[in-house]
């Protein structure tokens, strides 16, 4: 297993894509950008209506890039990715609607749209920010062999030294069985 500094040193990407990570940067910076802005904007531009739709937008486009930023700088799986980007796709929808339905239609009216937007927007950021946490959980640093592990096996005063690719280590470690089976593992 590495040390901490060769686990979180800067000489070690693993798995990620520069570019990638630069680009999840800058979309999580885009993101919080907009969020920021719709808060100013409302703080300067004060109560109007105009303001206030402005303001719905920046920020109901500003949390789903927050989302999608975090599943693109984190090493995660296709599953959390989907994942996002389809509570992304609902939340971008109700973004929409919001935009549709403001201000003749959101309350006070006979054919009003504020719970449907409300309701469509909140399940896209819960299903993305499920796997958002879903990524950010099952994300291990530490416990990432770069290729293959080397193991010193130590039995009855004889040290062996195996190499395990990948693959084979985290079936062997990640079963939760005891030390006892993992060598016996090695020994096949």
């Known amino acids: 297993?590495?040390?901490?500094?060769?686990?979180?040193?800067?000489?070690?990407r693993g798995e990620r894509d520069p570019r990638?990570?630069?680009?999840?940067?800058?979309?999580?910076?885009?993101?919080?950008?907009?969020?920021?802005?719709?808060?100013?904007?409302?703080?300067?531009?004060?109560?109007?209506?105009?303001?206030?739709?402005?303001?719905?937008?920046?920020?109901?486009?500003?949390?789903?890039?927050?989302?999608?930023?975090?599943?693109?700088?984190?090493?995660?799986?296709?599953r959390a990715r989907l994942g996002v980007v389809a509570g992304n796709v609902l939340s971008v929808a109700g973004v929409w609607l919001?935009?549709?339905?403001?201000?003749?239609?959101?309350?006070?009216?006979?054919n009003s749209m504020a719970f449907e937007t409300v309701m469509l927007?909140?399940?896209?950021?819960?299903?993305?920010?499920?796997?958002?946490?879903?990524?950010?959980?099952?994300?291990?640093?530490r416990n990432n062999p770069q290729g293959t592990v080397e193991l010193e096996v130590v039995r009855q005063g004889e040290t062996k030294t195996v190499e395990v690719s990948r693959d084979r280590y985290r079936r062997i470690v990640g079963d939760g069985g005891d030390a006892s089976d993992v060598i016996r593992e090695l020994d096949e």
């Open 20 to 78: 990638r990570v630069a680009g999840g940067l800058a979309l999580g910076g885009v993101g919080a950008l907009a969020v920021l802005s719709a808060i100013v904007l409302l703080a300067v531009a004060g109560d109007t209506t105009a303001a206030k739709a402005q303001a719905g937008l920046l920020a109901g486009l500003g949390v789903p890039a927050l989302f999608l930023s975090v599943v693109f700088v984190l090493p995660s799986s296709r």
């Open 98 to 110: 919001f935009w549709h339905a403001y201000p003749t239609q959101w309350t006070r009216t006979s």
């Open 121 to 141: 927007y909140g399940v896209g950021g819960a299903v993305a920010l499920w796997f958002v946490f879903s990524a950010v959980a099952s994300f291990r640093r």
């Open 1 to 12: 297993m590495p040390s901490l500094d060769e686990a979180y040193g800067r000489n070690r």
